[in-house]
């Protein structure tokens, strides 16, 4: 093989090399990024909406939405006095990563997942939690009710099954406890969301409706639930 020959060889030998290269690692490292970069770049959103209906107390019912439309955070509150008269309300936008720590916090628990509640007899409180989000072309939404949320979280009650095939044992003796913190946990969150100046704006609505009743909040009522 003479000089010519070699550096022709050389050359398709490095070729061959930067041809796999290519293939092997720059390739799927493209197709990655870019898929990557569709992901960032996509269409993303959430909402969560939590109406409250207070039956004893000050206020009949409060509503708190968050909405995220691609990083711009905005929350809506607003509440009705005993009567049903007068209703106030405020839309606020917010800054920071609180919005999104919030929707994990209540994706953990169980707000995709959560089931229906019946209403218990002569609640105290029902609620209705909506929740929606999209990411690019896809999407997902739910709403699901309860009432008494701290009922569920500290009952000591248990359920048992029925087996109805057999008359003479009806009830089985294995049983479940009904007790389930979750429900009372998504409300605590959204009620508790917001930075204090969100949190003044809400308890001034609520001490201003409950004088338009005569009925004043009591000085313990800093509670979100409106000294119900």
Do not use: C
């Not at 609640?123 to 701290?150: C, N, W």
């Not at 009830?171 to 946990?185: E, F, V």
């Amino acid at each position: 093989m003479n000089e010519g020959q070699r550096s022709l060889l050389v050359v398709a030998v490095s070729a061959i090399v930067i041809i796999v290269t290519i293939v092997a690692f720059v390739v799927p490292y493209v197709k990655r990024q870019s898929a990557v970069n569709s992901v960032l770049n996509a269409n993303s959103t959430w909402t969560v909406t939590m109406q409250q209906y207070l039956h004893v107390g000050a206020l009949s019912e409060q509503t708190y939405r968050i909405n995220n439309d691609n990083g711009k955070v905005e929350m809506f509150y607003s509440a009705t006095n005993r009567d049903g008269t007068i209703t106030k309300q405020f839309d606020v936008p917010l800054f920071g990563p609180d919005a999104t720590f919030l929707f994990e916090q209540l994706r953990a628990e169980g707000i995709w997942g959560l089931p229906d509640k019946a209403v218990r007899p002569h609640p105290k409180d029902e609620y209705i939690f909506m929740v929606a989000q999209t990411l690019g072309d896809e999407g997902g939404h739910r709403a699901f009710g309860f009432s008494d949320p701290e009922f569920w979280a500290t009952t000591k009650g248990l359920e048992y099954p029925l087996n109805l095939k057999d008359p003479k044992n009806p009830i089985g003796i294995t049983s479940r406890p009904l007790r389930d913190p979750h429900y009372l946990k998504l409300v605590q969150l959204v009620e508790q969301f917001g930075p204090p100046s969100v949190q003044q704006a809400q308890m001034k609505i609520r001490t201003e409706l409950a004088e338009s009743n005569g009925h004043p909040l009591p000085a313990a009522a800093a509670s979100p639930k409106g000294g119900h």
